[in-house]
């Protein structure tokens, strides 16, 4: 079930991800982030209770915490980054170092892959790193993208840290860590929290996505190696760029079809989110 949970993962990380793109760029990127997290903490409070530990350590709650800094930090950037830039850009840039850390560190750790397996890694992390064009340059949408890709590999590596004994509350004690960590800037600029009340539960839904999106990593994690985990769970970026172009029109140039290097000076605009 390890494999089919990853995937599973992937697949709540991507709808998500477009979710949460198209909410950003009708509100602040910083409330989208914020409201997103409280939603996370309330799924995942509920699915721990569900789920009771059969041994909770401290280390746990602090690897989740951790995580949660991590995921906290990477939501958003890429929100910021989806708020201004298309989805078949940002989100792949999002899970390049995000794959390449987490597996170096699984290797650190002891993971030894099978030779298929370093196959599909080997062939994951430039295709990902292809499909965005090649681009990267400070304060654009790709660079949003490369720093949530560092907070993606906080949030993997530490969540697999956890013991498979301590439950689902590891994924609840980064969730609250990511609310604290968030916390400051909401209240520093609260005007940026207002929006209609159908905005609030879309971000709070997205958020709980996101934490369900967790939970199935966390649970495929304590089933396999860690390197073949976050390969699988970072194929998320797959659906919303499918997303991205059949709804919302993107454009996928050919230099992001072949990989080849994009130009300087040149940046893409987003598609408006027209869903007709």
């Not at 708020?83 to 999002?94: N, Y």
């Not at 369900?212 to 990593?217: A, Q």
């Not at 499918?242 to 987003?270: C, F, I, N, Y």
Request: with cysteine; net charge positive; charged share 10%.
């Amino acid at each position: 079930m390890g494999p089919v949970l990853a995937l599973a993962s992937a697949v709540c990380y991507g709808i998500v991800d477009f979710a949460g793109g198209l909410l950003s760029r009708r509100a602040h990127p910083a409330a989208v982030t914020f409201l997103g997290q409280l939603g996370g903490l309330l799924f995942a409070c509920g699915a721990a209770l569900l789920f009771p530990a059969d041994g909770l350590r401290p280390a746990d709650l602090l690897w989740g915490a951790l995580s949660g800094i991590g995921s906290g930090s990477a939501m958003h950037f890429l929100n910021r980054g989806l708020s201004r830039g298309a989805m078949s850009v940002v989100v792949p840039v999002s899970a390049v170092t995000g794959v390449a850390l987490s597996v170096l560190c699984g290797v650190l750790l002891g993971d030894r892959p099978a030779p298929l397996a370093w196959v599909g890694i080997a062939v994951t992390v430039p295709a990902l790193w292809c499909v965005a064009g090649g681009r990267a340059g400070p304060g654009s949408e790709t660079g949003d993208g490369l720093l949530a890709s560092a907070g993606v590999a906080v949030q993997y590596i530490a969540l697999a840290q956890a013991d498979p004994a301590s439950g689902l509350w590891p994924v609840a004690a980064g969730r609250v860590a990511a609310v604290l960590v968030l916390l400051p800037g909401a209240a520093r600029r609260p005007d940026r929290l207002r929006m209609p009340p159908g905005q609030y539960v879309q971000a709070l839904l997205i958020g709980a996505g996101a934490a369900l999106g967790l939970v199935l990593y966390l649970l495929a994690a304590g089933q396999q190696l860690l390197a073949v985990a976050v390969v699988l769970a970072s194929l998320y970026p797959a659906l919303p760029v499918l997303l991205g172009l059949v709804l919302l029109h993107e454009k996928v140039s050919r230099r992001q079809t072949d990989g080849r290097p994009a130009r300087r000076g040149r940046r893409h605009r987003p598609a408006e989110p027209r869903l007709t």
